[in-house]
Every structure is written in C-alpha cells, then in structure tokens.
C-alpha cells in the first residue's frame, strides 16, 4: 500500500477529519470532473447559452461563473443557497426558502413585498422568476447554473440590473437511464432522490425525477425542547420531449415544489428577569449575549413557513433555412406562507410575531429569432408578462405586549395602561381581564403587472479578430397596486371590552379623574395610517425603458480574447406594500467593464478577469425607520440614493496533471453611496455600503484510479467573504453591530470536503461529505424592529458543521 492509499483509508475512516493532507476539486466548470488517466489531460469545454445563443465560454465577453451538476453533488447542494459562498460577488440571503434575497456585486432587492421587484434575474429554463417566493427552488435535475456579472438588461430583459441567474434543467434524451440517491447526515438529515429517463422510438422521451429533503433542524428550544430550523420539502419534475419532424422540436415540463416546515428562528439577544418582568428598555448593546452561545426560546402561534409551487413550461424550436424560432408559453403558480418570530422569548408579555401571507400566478411568453447572415450573428424577439398577485402582511401580537409596548413608548406616557387596568380589575375583583388576548394587524396588497418588450442583439464579425455587438431593449412595465389596512383583529378583547363598557367601568375611571375610554382599545398600534384606514387605497403607473448594450472584442490569438463593454440595467419601479400611496421611479446602473479571457494549452491553465465600474441610479431601498414621529412604532420606509463602484473578478482553472484540478476565483469591488442620506437624515454620500471590499473560493480536487475497483475522488473547497464595511445606516439596519459579545458583518470562511468512490462502471458510488468542516459559526444578522418597541433584539446564525453519508446508482 502506498502513501497516498494509506492516506485515503485513514481519511476514509475518519470521516474527512484525518491529517493526511489530500488536494482536489473540480476543474473548469467548478464540479467538471477530471478525465480519467489514461486520457489526455485536457481542460473541458464549456458550453453557455449567456447571449441567447449556444457559445463556449471563453469566447463570450460576460463576466460568467458556471457550476454544473458535479459541483451541486460535490457540496451537496439542495438549493443555491448553499452554493453561494463559492461564487464570489454573488450573495444569496436563504434563511427564508420563501423570501430569499439575491445579490451581485452588492446590488440587491431588501424587500420581498408584491410591490417591488428584485434587482437579479432569476431565470429557470429561460423563464422569469418574478417574485423571490418562487426563486429559490430545491435543485432538481439540473444540468449546470449561469451567474452572469453585470447588467443584463438587453438579453435578459427588466428587473436583471444587478445581473442574473439563470438555471438550465436536463431535457429528456434517447438514452434510457436513471439513477438513485440517499443521502443521511447529522440532525436527522434524510435526503432521498430518482430519476429515470424513457425513449419513445427515436422521436419521443419522457424524464421525470422526484426529491425529497428532510432535516430535525440543527438548533433546540431551550423552553421546549423541540427542534427549530428544520426542513421538509418535496419536489417532482415531469419533462416531455417531441421530435415534430425533421426542424421542430417539442419540450414540455411540469415543476412541483411543497415546502412544509417552521420558520426561522429567532435568537433573543438580552438575558431576562423572571417572569413578568418586561425586557430592559431601550436594549443595550453592551449588554448583549453571544447568539451563539444563548438559549433558544421561540413561542410562535401556528409558526409555519410553506411554499405550493407549480410550474408549466413549454418550448418549440424550429429551424429555417435562414435561422430559427424559439417559443416558451409558460403558467407559474404558487402559495406561500411564512410566520416567524420577532422577539426571540418564549414571553407573552413580549410576543411578537410576523406573517407573509401570498398568493402568484404569472404568465410568460417569447418569441426569439436567431440565425447568422454573412458576417453578423443576431438575435431579436418579443416577450410578453402578466402578473396577479395577493399579499397579507400580518402583525401578530397579544395584548400583554401592547401593553409592554404602549409603557416603553413616550407618547403612551411610559405608561403599561392595559397591566394597570388588570390590576384595578383583579382588585374590584372583577373577573375580566384585558390581558392574554391575540392582537393581529393586516396589510392587505392586490397587484397586477403586465410589461411588453421587443429586443434584438447583433454580433458583427468584422473580420477574424475583430467583433463588435450591438443590443438594445425596448420594455413598457404598467402596474396596478392596491393597499387595505382594515381594522385591527382582537375579537375576545373586544367581547371584553364591550361588557366591561356595559357595566360603566370606563365611566367610573373617568369620573376618578383618569382619561381611559374604550375607544382606545379600536385603533391600530403597528399599521396606524390615520385617514388612510380602513379605506382601499389604489395606484397605477407605468415605465418605459430602452436598455442598450455595446461590446468590442478582439482575439489577441486563437486562445486569448480581449473585450470592452457598456451595458445598461433596469429595473421596475413599483410601490412599497406596507406604506399607502407610496411609489417609486425605475432604477437604472450602467456598467461599463473591460476583461481578458485567455487559455494556456500546453499549461492547461484558463484565465478570465475583468474590471467594471457602475453607477447605480436612483436605488430604492425598503429601510427600518427607528425614527417615526408620532406613535414611536418603526416602520418600514423608502428612501433613495445613487451607488457606484469599482471592482474587479478573477477566475482561473487549472490542471496540471491528470486528475488534479485546481481552481481560484476572487471579486474585489469598492462601493460607495455617491449620494444619499440615512433614515436619520445625516448624509451618506461617499460612504460604503457595507459590501466587502474582498470574497474568494478557492479549491482542489484529485481522482485515484483504482483499476477494476473504479476511482476514489477528494474534493476540497474553502471559500472566504471579507468583513462587511459599515455605515451610519449598518447598525440600524442589523448589518453591522458593536457588541462586547460578539460582531455582526465579520469576515467568514467555510470549508467543505468528500470522498467520493465510484464503480469502474460508474453504476455504484459511495461518498462521504462535509460542510463547514472546521465549524466556523457568524452571527449572521441582529433585528432591531422589536427592539424599538418591546426591548428584544434578536440574532440570526450560520449553521454548523455538517456531515453525511451518500450512497448512489445508476442504471
């Protein structure tokens, strides 16, 4: 037995956690697997459809990152919440599957309301993802995931000004196959995957895989003792492909998604006197404890996040002697719910919870010619989006902490008036009480959005070096928007306060002198918009956008490509869902950007990088406004400001020798407000905007040929985010917290590992994997919106190590 076998069966009994140092990773398309030995060692092509059209990579003038389905096996991936980390410049927020929040190079949508839409495309098979309660969705035979850099505004059309994602599924083949796979790991992971493939004749194939993915959660209720965090969804996909002749062909596609779990936890960060003392008002940072380390309490009623997801799709390809057309018809249709925690305690007099209540249904439709005449290559189309859209965004409370709130607050006087009404009660010996009643509050929203666009882009190749493109995008958003914000629900309250009104018992306190009516237990404490309450409030606007692009590239040799581009990005206005009557303008960034995309053959190395500069115009973002006048309750509020900055991404592949690949990729970027003020109206401009200046991923890989025993493959991948830089607006916000406990926005590092062993036929594998493999743990996020008002700032954390066994088949 030689060295480097001995080090694999001790790294094989240790479970990834052994000292032999063992170095690999996947190659060019981050999970690209190396050829075998006896091969030549090559690096892979990779193909990309970022132009609308099917190119290498290396010969398209987009800052692209590509991870195929190796790499989401490789860090078992079950949605691309978990991939992010490894892509730098790319941000997903996934502690919500229903309300994620997509970033690229620092350019994001905060809110998930019906009223706004997300400054990154997320597309699936070519089709928009308009809401992000249906953009994240488990990863289900997936054949690779494009994270285009920059705006893409003229190929992928509205709401891409950040840039976009776009996730290509497996279309059905002639070749009968399927496979299996259990995966079971730590906290009661449970993960169980199929597919299979069936060839009709030459003509016709089916293709349909199943999930389902099951984990306890990795965090306890200290008051309880039940899991939180936990995760159940399952999914299906049925996949149809037609051969209409010799020029068309025919896919259809149904995606069933079912999201069934709790939802996220909060982590309280003050430590509390016994029952029914009130939380210490206002919190005190100094004061706080370490998330990490603090118990658990979380006591929401009927806590739930769930997700209904359907999804139709079907696309014609047809091929003319003068190019082709591509058609996609596709119906998206889906339900969400999220109640979550707010408080972090498992205390009536401090309860606080939240709920995400939405109903979507949209429609799509596009019509794309390609074809190539002479020296130009062009693309151009027309597509079609309609929108309907519910919302309720709740409140939920108890009047126990109302009435905490209403003391803490200076326009109640300081005063808890509903625990001293309890009192004089219990001392009248009366047996009402206007305590332990459920206190809800609504937003209700109603959107329709419908928008048209016509695009065509034009590559010209003016000679064998020389290429100039040209792309321009007309688009026309309208939408229709509506608020209610109806009277509050507190049904037992108001039975109790009915018959303590009956009796005079309000009367009496007024005549003793104390302004107490029952009409003060009527008005909305969260949602109080005065005259706007209890009316239907209604907007429609609509935006015209032309969104060009021009790119110039030149091939320095057959194997080094040197490019310029300006791109413009646009993104919707819309309306904010919990302010009425509120709306905003569309948001514009242009980039312009200049790159070198080169391949050392004889080296088998890959080089991409480029640099770009932006300027953000007109940034809309949904804030936390701690500084309401009038009630003192926070509320959510928009506020504008114009970004820039400046970066640059490196991506390079290289591998050595047979087996060994090795990759490096980084984004450095410096941005900055370049006009803007904080929700406290003290001038931001020139500050950061809390985007890192540095994140990278690096990784090796190595495959061991067995001979007739198959092959063993390690894998490693350690990726780095570099600490958030603070603003004014950072603390507010809960991005960035000073604490003697602990810091939000540090820099975070994560390191995941596996051994792979595959048959020599390829029909059996066994692996065993790790994520986050040295237990490197952030605090991730502080809330502060009930801080404001009841004292209980609470934490959101990383998740810990986690490990795993697979096994797989295929057949």
Same mark, same amino acid.
């Given at each position: 037995m030689n060295l480097n076998q001995r080090c694999l069966v001790v790294g094989l009994r240790r479970a990834l956690f052994g000292s032999c140092a063992l170095l690999g990773m996947s190659g060019a398309a981050w999970g690209q697997s190396a050829p075998a030995q006896e091969e030549a060692t090559t690096l892979d092509t990779i193909k990309v459809t970022a132009q609308s059209r099917e190119q290498e990579l290396k010969d398209v003038p987009i800052a692209i990152n590509v991870l195929n389905g190796e790499m989401i096996d490789q860090v078992a991936a079950t949605d691309i919440g978990d991939l992010d980390m490894f892509v730098p410049g790319l941000e997903v927020t996934d502690g919500s599957p229903t309300q994620p929040r997509y970033a690229i190079r620092g350019i994001s949508t905060g809110d998930f309301g019906i009223g706004t839409d997300p400054a990154v495309g997320v597309y699936i098979d070519g089709v928009y993802s308009a809401r992000t309660g249906g953009a994240m969705l488990a990863f289900n035979d997936i054949e690779r995931i494009e994270v285009l850099k920059g705006p893409q505004g003229t190929l992928f059309g509205r709401n891409s000004a950040a840039g976009a994602v776009s996730i290509i599924t497996n279309k059905p083949s002639n070749v009968a196959e399927?496979?299996?796979?259990?995966?079971?790991?730590?906290?009661?992971?449970?993960?169980?995957?199929?597919?299979?493939?069936?060839?009709?004749?030459?003509?016709?194939?089916?293709?349909?895989?199943?999930?389902?993915?099951?984990?306890?959660?990795?965090?306890?209720?200290?008051?309880?003792?039940?899991?939180?965090?936990?995760?159940?969804?399952?999914?299906?996909?049925?996949?149809? #492909?037609? /051969?209409?002749?010799?020029?068309?062909?025919? *896919? +259809?596609?149904? %995606?069933?998604? !079912? =999201?069934?779990?709790?939802?996220?936890?909060?982590?309280?960060?003050?430590?509390?006197?016994?029952?029914?003392?009130?939380?210490?008002?206002?919190?005190?940072?100094?004061?706080?404890?370490?998330?990490?380390?603090?118990?658990?309490?979380?006591?929401?009623?009927?806590?739930?996040?769930?997700?209904?997801?359907?999804?139709?799709?079907?696309?014609?390809?047809?091929?003319?002697?003068?190019?082709?057309?591509?058609?996609?018809?596709?119906?998206?249709?889906?339900?969400?719910?999220? #109640?979550? /925690?707010?408080?972090?305690?498992?205390?009536? *007099? +401090?309860?606080? %919870?939240?709920? !995400? =209540?939405?109903?979507?249904?949209?429609?799509?439709?596009?019509?794309?010619?390609?074809?190539?005449?002479?020296?130009?290559?062009?693309?151009?189309?027309?597509?079609?989006?309609?929108?309907?859209?519910?919302?309720?965004?709740e409140t939920n409370l108890f009047t126990d902490s109302v009435g905490t709130a209403m003391g803490n607050l200076p326009n109640f006087g300081g005063v808890n008036i509903i625990a001293l009404l309890d009192q004089v009660l219990e001392g009248a010996g009366m047996p009402l009480r206007l305590q332990g009643h459920s206190w809800r509050e609504s937003m209700v929203n109603h959107g329709k959005a419908e928008a048209y666009a016509a695009f065509g882009d034009v590559i010209w190749h003016v000679n064998d070096r020389w290429n100039l493109t040209f792309g321009l995008r007309l688009t026309h958003d309208r939408k229709d928007f509506s608020w209610f914000n109806g009277a509050r629900d507190a049904a037992t309250l108001d039975a109790t306060v009915a018959m303590l009104d009956q009796q005079g018992f309000f009367e009496l306190l007024q005549q003793m002198g104390y302004p107490v009516s029952a009409d003060m237990f009527n008005q909305d404490f969260v949602f109080a918009f005065g005259e706007l309450e209890g009316v239907k409030n209604s907007r429609k606007k609509s935006w015209t956008d032309l969104s060009p692009r021009f790119v110039v590239d030149y091939a320095v040799n057959d194997n080094t490509m040197v490019f310029g581009s300006l791109a413009k990005g646009y993104?919707?206005?819309?309306?904010?869902?919990?302010?009425?009557?509120?709306?905003?303008?569309?948001?514009?960034?242009?980039?312009?950007?200049?790159?070198?995309?080169?391949?050392?053959?004889?080296?088998?190395?890959?080089?991409?990088?480029?640099?770009?500069?932006?300027?953000?115009?007109?940034?809309?973002?949904?804030?936390?406004?701690?500084?309401?006048?009038?009630?003192?309750?926070?509320?959510?509020?928009?506020?504008?400001?114009?970004?820039?900055?400046?970066?640059?991404?490196?991506?390079?592949?290289?591998?050595?020798?047979?087996?060994?690949?090795?990759?490096?990729?980084?984004?450095?970027?410096?941005?900055?407000?370049?006009?803007?003020?904080?929700?406290?109206?003290?001038?931001?401009?020139?500050?950061?905007?809390?985007?890192?200046?540095?994140?990278?991923?690096?990784?090796?890989?190595?495959?061991?040929?067995?001979?007739?025993?198959?092959?063993?493959?390690?894998?490693?991948?350690?990726?780095?985010?570099?600490?958030?830089?603070c603003n004014a607006e950072s603390e507010t916000q809960g991005t960035c917290q000073a604490s003697p406990a602990f810091r939000t926005g540090e820099a975070q590092n994560r390191t995941d590992m596996r051994v792979q062993w595959s048959s020599a036929d390829g029909m059996w594998g066994v692996g065993i994997y790790g994520n986050n493999v040295f237990d490197k743990r952030y605090v991730t996020g502080v809330n502060n919106i009930s801080a404001s008002v009841l004292g209980t700032p609470f934490a959101s954390i990383s998740a810990p190590r986690q490990v795993g066994v697979e096994f797989s088949a295929r057949f």
């Amino acid at each position: 037995m030689n060295l480097n076998q001995r080090c694999l069966v001790v790294g094989l009994r240790r479970a990834l956690f052994g000292s032999c140092a063992l170095l690999g990773m996947s190659g060019a398309a981050w999970g690209q697997s190396a050829p075998a030995q006896e091969e030549a060692t090559t690096l892979d092509t990779i193909k990309v459809t970022a132009q609308s059209r099917e190119q290498e990579l290396k010969d398209v003038p987009i800052a692209i990152n590509v991870l195929n389905g190796e790499m989401i096996d490789q860090v078992a991936a079950t949605d691309i919440g978990d991939l992010d980390m490894f892509v730098p410049g790319l941000e997903v927020t996934d502690g919500s599957p229903t309300q994620p929040r997509y970033a690229i190079r620092g350019i994001s949508t905060g809110d998930f309301g019906i009223g706004t839409d997300p400054a990154v495309g997320v597309y699936i098979d070519g089709v928009y993802s308009a809401r992000t309660g249906g953009a994240m969705l488990a990863f289900n035979d997936i054949e690779r995931i494009e994270v285009l850099k920059g705006p893409q505004g003229t190929l992928f059309g509205r709401n891409s000004a950040a840039g976009a994602v776009s996730i290509i599924t497996n279309k059905p083949s002639n070749v009968a196959e399927g496979n299996a796979r259990i995966r079971v790991g730590e906290d009661g992971r449970r993960y169980l995957s199929g597919l299979v493939n069936v060839p009709f004749g030459e003509r016709h194939a089916l293709r349909f895989s199943a999930l389902s993915n099951h984990s306890d959660g990795w965090m306890t209720d200290a008051g309880t003792g039940g899991r939180l965090n936990p995760e159940d969804t399952v999914a299906m996909r049925v996949a149809w #492909r037609s /051969d209409l002749g010799e020029s068309t062909t025919l *896919n +259809l596609s149904w %995606d069933y998604e !079912n =999201i069934d779990q709790l939802a996220r936890p909060a982590v309280g960060l003050v430590a509390l006197e016994p029952y029914p003392a009130p939380a210490p008002y206002p919190a005190n940072p100094l004061t706080y404890r370490n998330p990490l380390k603090a118990p658990v309490f979380n006591d929401v009623v009927n806590n739930e996040e769930s997700r209904t997801f359907n999804g139709v799709t079907l696309q014609i390809d047809h091929a003319f002697p003068w190019g082709s057309l591509q058609s996609t018809t596709a119906v998206r249709d889906f339900d969400t719910v999220n #109640r979550e /925690d707010e408080d972090g305690t498992n205390r009536i *007099n +401090l309860y606080f %919870d939240t709920a !995400n =209540i939405e109903s979507n249904r949209s429609y799509y439709q596009e019509f794309k010619f390609s074809g190539v005449s002479g020296g130009f290559d062009w693309v151009a189309g027309a597509s079609w989006f309609k929108e309907e859209a519910d919302q309720t965004s709740e409140t939920n409370l108890f009047t126990d902490s109302v009435g905490t709130a209403m003391g803490n607050l200076p326009n109640f006087g300081g005063v808890n008036i509903i625990a001293l009404l309890d009192q004089v009660l219990e001392g009248a010996g009366m047996p009402l009480r206007l305590q332990g009643h459920s206190w809800r509050e609504s937003m209700v929203n109603h959107g329709k959005a419908e928008a048209y666009a016509a695009f065509g882009d034009v590559i010209w190749h003016v000679n064998d070096r020389w290429n100039l493109t040209f792309g321009l995008r007309l688009t026309h958003d309208r939408k229709d928007f509506s608020w209610f914000n109806g009277a509050r629900d507190a049904a037992t309250l108001d039975a109790t306060v009915a018959m303590l009104d009956q009796q005079g018992f309000f009367e009496l306190l007024q005549q003793m002198g104390y302004p107490v009516s029952a009409d003060m237990f009527n008005q909305d404490f969260v949602f109080a918009f005065g005259e706007l309450e209890g009316v239907k409030n209604s907007r429609k606007k609509s935006w015209t956008d032309l969104s060009p692009r021009f790119v110039v590239d030149y091939a320095v040799n057959d194997n080094t490509m040197v490019f310029g581009s300006l791109a413009k990005g646009y993104k919707a206005g819309g309306f904010n869902s919990v302010q009425p009557q509120s709306q905003f303008d569309n948001e514009d960034v242009w980039n312009a950007e200049f790159g070198i995309k080169t391949v050392f053959p004889e080296q088998k190395l890959s080089l991409n990088a480029s640099g770009y500069y932006y300027i953000y115009k007109d940034r809309q973002a949904i804030s936390l406004d701690l500084n309401t006048a009038g009630s003192g309750v926070p509320r959510y509020i928009v506020d504008t400001s114009d970004m820039q900055a400046w970066g640059v991404d490196v991506d390079l592949q290289w591998r050595p020798v047979t087996g060994l690949d090795l990759t490096f990729n980084t984004s450095f970027i410096d941005a900055t407000y370049k006009d803007g003020l904080s929700t406290n109206g003290r001038d931001i401009s020139g500050d950061p905007t809390g985007e890192p200046y540095l994140s990278a991923s690096l990784g090796a890989g190595y495959t061991w040929s067995l001979g007739d025993g198959g092959d063993v493959r390690f894998s490693l991948l350690h990726a780095y985010r570099g600490k958030s830089r603070c603003n004014a607006e950072s603390e507010t916000q809960g991005t960035c917290q000073a604490s003697p406990a602990f810091r939000t926005g540090e820099a975070q590092n994560r390191t995941d590992m596996r051994v792979q062993w595959s048959s020599a036929d390829g029909m059996w594998g066994v692996g065993i994997y790790g994520n986050n493999v040295f237990d490197k743990r952030y605090v991730t996020g502080v809330n502060n919106i009930s801080a404001s008002v009841l004292g209980t700032p609470f934490a959101s954390i990383s998740a810990p190590r986690q490990v795993g066994v697979e096994f797989s088949a295929r057949f």
